[in-house]
């Protein structure tokens, strides 16, 4: 799953009460921690906590956290270090605050995150959200509480769907976990430790939680898993679904004009899913499948099980299902025992393939994980000249790929006011966001309009017509 900037503190909807306590949730990671922070937020808003925007004025602070490369973990102790010193000038005001450590650090670290910094009260894994009520009531009674327990099939059924309130101050576009865990270990990767092994939600659950945020103003879902397409569930009668199937499910719902998912492994891109591609208008042509690397031998070693060609293939599957789909990769350079000539493949590859939007990283050894025991390791310097090289060819392909779209006409869903009058922004069928000048409509419409320029990571348009709202709600504000 690739991260997204959103570090900033959360919004929770909640009647205000007498003296509400008041928590700062900082995010850091992927869409995943961004979901799970909105679900805790959603449990401690019914504990009567309201949000604040500073961790200088919150009675808690959370810290949903990522583990995924090195720097995220150092991240995390400068950030408690910062927070030990505000706790210490509120203890000396009279005023307790509470620090929470969640999300992926928290699972691997466990214990030893309280040894560092011990001004932490709480460590909570990624499996046990549910149970954050319980661990903060005990935490309140003077308790330090880790709690790093595999009970993720509890976590999906106890955690509080989102009320009508919380999900309208969070927009159009929601995020929808249909899926967590893996089960592939990649020897790069921490996550199948961190977030145990692959559970998809019941199809029950996924529908439910849909319509509800459907019946909350939602028109573009987004389905996350860290192995988001190999979704399983049964259907009717018991029948074996896929998530191509659950895709067509989802479809139905009113309301619902737009389907993402993310992250996918190519290995589970089968044929009902490309042929969702190819049949499901409310599928956006947009796939984010991740590749890490161009050399069978740095495959291999990766545990990646599939070679350059059997990627490729897929693709060519996929475009021949959706001509105008834009791809998205993951790329990782200076794994262990890469040599130049396996770089050179990786470039061929991205040559190869041209993709719309791209994140690569430098390998960074995660303890625990296969790769960091790898011999081979490579120099810092020739990881930080590799991604330079990768970088630069992504990014030009970025720009081609956004320079392609002026002229073309397209349907925009409107998301939020623009910084001038008039404007709105809304985000393309292809995932870049496009600014429409002259009073386009309201948020949540879907208008046609046409690209005339592209600015460094979004698109401006003007209108063409308003759209007719395909799929629209019959009447949206009467729904409960
Ligand atoms: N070093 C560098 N990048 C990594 N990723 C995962 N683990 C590592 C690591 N140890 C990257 C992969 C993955 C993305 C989410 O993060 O490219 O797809
Ligand atoms: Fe990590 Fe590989 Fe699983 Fe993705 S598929 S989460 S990279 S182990």
């Known amino acids: 799953m690739n991260e997204t900037s959103a570090t900033d503190n959360l919004e929770i909807a909640s009647a205000p009460a007498i003296n509400p306590r008041k928590v700062f949730v900082k995010t850091y990671g992927c869409q995943m921690n961004v979901y799970d922070s909105q679900r805790m937020a959603d449990s401690l808003a019914e504990q009567g906590y309201v949000a604040t925007q500073t961790p200088e004025d919150a009675d808690l602070v959370l810290l949903n956290t990522c583990h995924i490369r090195e720097k995220a973990s150092e991240k995390l102790y400068s950030a408690l270090g910062r927070l030990r010193k505000i706790k210490d000038e509120r203890a000396a005001d009279g005023r307790d605050m509470l620090i929470g450590v969640a999300g992926c650090v928290a699972q691997a670290e466990g214990e030893e995150i309280i040894r560092r910094a011990p001004s932490v009260d709480l460590v909570i894994g990624p499996q046990t959200y549910h149970r954050l009520p319980q661990a903060l009531a005990r935490v309140g009674r003077g308790e330090k509480v880790v709690e790093t327990e595999y009970a993720i099939e509890d976590k999906f059924e106890h955690l509080p769907a989102p009320k009508k309130e919380q999900v309208k101050s969070r927009g159009v576009s ?31 659950q996924i529908v439910a939680e849909a319509e509800k945020l459907a019946a909350a103003g939602v028109r573009e879902l987004t389905l996350l898993g860290q192995n988001v397409n190999a979704w399983h569930g049964k259907g009717e009668g018991g029948r074996e679904l896929g998530l191509g199937e659950l895709l067509f499910r989802l479809a139905e719902i009113p309301g619902i004009a737009r389907l993402r998912y993310t992250t996918s492994h190519p290995r589970d891109m089968d044929e009902a899913l490309i042929a969702a591609h190819r049949d499901l208008d409310q599928l956006m042509p947009y796939l984010h499948l991740p590749v890490q690397a161009g050399s069978d031998r740095i495959l291999k070693a990766m545990n990646r099980r599939h070679t350059a060609a059997d990627y490729l293939r897929l693709v060519e599957r996929i475009r021949a299902a959706r001509p105008d789909i834009a791809l998205s990769g993951d790329f990782i350079v200076g794994f262990p025992g890469e040599t130049e000539e396996d770089f050179e493949a990786t470039m061929q590859l991205v040559r190869d393939v041209t993709y719309a939007q791209a994140y690569s990283f430098k390998y960074s050894p995660r303890p625990g994980t296969p790769g960091a025991d790898l011999p081979g390791h ?20 970025q720009y081609a790929f956004q320079r392609s779209m002026i002229g073309k006409r397209m349907d925009v869903l409107l998301e939020k006011p623009g910084r001038l009058p008039g404007q709105m922004v809304g985000r393309s069928p292809w995932l870049l966001p496009v600014i429409v000048g002259e009073n386009p409509g309201e948020i949540g419409n879907i208008v046609d309009v046409r690209i005339i320029a592209t600015g460094t990571n979004s698109l401006m348009a003007e209108m063409v017509a308003a759209k007719r709202q395909a799929n629209a709600p019959l009447a949206l504000e009467t729904q409960s």
């Open 174 to 204: 929601a995020f929808l976990t249909v899926q967590e865990g893996c089960d592939k270990f990649c020897t790069f990767c921490v996550v199948p430790y961190t977030r145990g092994s692959e559970v998809s939600r019941p199809v029950s």
């Open 378 to 397: 490579v120099d810092e310097a020739v990881k930080d000249e590799r991604l330079q090289r990768l970088q630069a060819l992504l990014t030009e392909q």
